[in-house]
């Protein structure tokens, strides 16, 4: 059965932090595929600093184009359609059974970010999304790898405790990724001070944003 992992979220710029993540992934878990999917209309992100869909898509595609095992999928950009805009946000869970129905007879991970993780209790319809997923958790930055570790692994158990109260089954990893600080709104605040991103995104990434003048405002 092949194996294939979602890597969602805004890519509000995608950097070499998601890089280092999916590729850590693919190769701890022997991944067949990481599927990148832009999230259309972010839940609890606000507008303000989020520039368009079609260039975060494109922007990623940028990133991930010489990869053989990522791949892009537009697919949250199919439930906003002119004829029927949905009343609601971006949901994992409708995500993941769109991408179920695409992929089928596959074994399903899903790659977050500690923070992320730690909001799972919270997610809608989660009964339906969290046992048919292995997550697969980044750590946080911290003062030391093996404190990083310790509290990474306490804070995950808290979650699959709290999932175990609402006999939901959580089967989590944590990824053994070096740590980099690194953050989307690091790098749109050094555009907005005219500072070089060179080194912190893609080659490709940096030419787009310079190119549509991107995250100056």
């Given at each position: 059965m092949p194996a294939k992992a979602v890597l969602g979220g805004t890519f509000n710029p995608i950097h070499l932090g998601h890089l280092l993540m999916a590729e850590t992934a693919l190769n701890q878990l022997a991944l067949?595929?990481?599927?990148?999917?832009?999230?259309?209309?972010?839940?609890?992100?606000?507008?303000?600093?989020?520039?368009?869909?079609?260039?975060?898509?494109?922007?990623?595609?940028?990133?991930?184009?010489?990869?053989?095992?990522?791949?892009?999928?537009?697919?949250?950009?199919?439930?906003?359609?002119?004829?029927?805009?949905?009343?609601?946000?971006?949901?994992?869970?409708?995500?993941?059974?769109?991408?179920?129905d695409i992929h089928a007879a596959s074994q399903w991970y899903w790659i977050v970010g500690l923070d992320t993780f730690l909001t799972l209790p919270y997610w809608y319809r989660r009964q339906e999304l969290l046992p048919h997923c292995i997550w697969l958790v980044a750590p946080r930055l911290e003062a030391s790898v093996e404190k990083d570790l310790i509290k990474t692994q306490a804070l995950c158990e808290q979650v699959a405790q709290k999932m175990a109260a609402e006999a939901i089954a959580l089967n989590w990893q944590i990824l053994d990724m070096p740590q980099i600080s690194l953050s989307s709104q690091l790098i749109r605040q050094y555009c907005r001070d005219r500072r070089s991103i060179r080194y912190l995104v893609l080659d490709a990434v940096r030419d787009y944003i310079l190119q549509h003048n991107l995250y100056k405002t």
């Open positions: 067949e595929q990481v599927i990148w999917v832009p999230t259309y209309r972010p839940l609890y992100k606000s507008s303000a600093e989020l520039v368009g869909f079609k260039h975060r898509l494109e922007m990623l595609k940028l990133a991930i184009a010489f990869h053989p095992s990522f791949v892009v999928s537009a697919i949250e950009q199919n439930f906003f359609t002119v004829e029927q805009i949905q009343p609601h946000s971006s949901y994992a869970v409708d995500t993941f059974l769109a991408l179920k």
